[in-house]
């Protein structure tokens, strides 16, 4: 048998539930490293099952694979760039207005007493700020683009 640290491509995909071609194209990206191969089946580190919680949880927040890409430094430890973290916050609470605000929206059309809803000054407020916050989604420059490191195998 091999070491208990070690897991091959299928153990990989049974224990994080994500399929093996992703496992390769997340390798393939940067994001995890295969150790060694037993036959053509590839081999990882057992600790590939937190770094693949780690790109979960990223990709759950919003992050691209690129930038989940850039957090992980040559020994595979989380290098997190703190400003990017406090961009990606400052997206979301964007986000949350966004979605605030259609949320209100879409009440106040659906219990509004005018006989055309769409003549509601207070609806019209509404749509206007929501354009308002379209427009300044428009002029917000994206961060750059980390340089990935390409790693010591």
């Known amino acids: 048998?091999?070491?208990?640290?070690?897991?091959d491509i299928r153990?990989?995909?049974?224990?994080?539930?994500?399929?093996?071609?992703?496992?390769?194209?997340?390798?393939?990206?940067g994001l995890i490293q295969s150790i060694s191969r037993r036959g053509?089946?590839?081999?990882?580190?057992?600790?590939?099952?937190e770094q693949l919680s780690l790109i979960s949880l990223a990709r759950y927040a919003g992050?691209?694979?690129?930038?989940?890409a850039c957090m992980?430094?040559?020994?595979d430890k989380p290098n997190i760039d703190r400003d990017q973290l406090l961009?990606?916050?400052?997206?979301?609470?964007?986000?949350?207005?966004?979605?605030?605000?259609m949320r209100d929206g879409f009440k106040h059309l659906a219990?509004?007493?005018?006989?055309?809803?769409?003549?509601?000054?207070?609806?019209?407020?509404l749509v206007k700020g929501a354009m308002d916050l379209q427009h300044e989604d428009e002029q917000t420059v994206n961060p750059g683009n980390?340089?990935?490191k390409t790693r010591i195998k």
């Open 63 to 68: 992050f691209s694979l690129d930038e989940i």
């Open 72 to 75: 992980f430094t040559y020994s």
């Open 146 to 148: 980390c340089v990935k």
């Open 1 to 7: 048998m091999g070491d208990p640290q070690e897991i």
């Open 40 to 49: 053509i089946a590839r081999v990882f580190h057992a600790s590939v099952l």
């Open 87 to 101: 961009q990606k916050v400052d997206a979301l609470d964007k986000n949350i207005q966004r979605l605030v605000a």
């Open 111 to 125: 219990n509004c007493p005018e006989d055309n809803q769409l003549e509601c000054s207070n609806f019209q407020n």
């Open 11 to 29: 153990q990989v995909s049974k224990l994080s539930g994500l399929p093996s071609s992703t496992l390769r194209y997340y390798e393939e990206k």
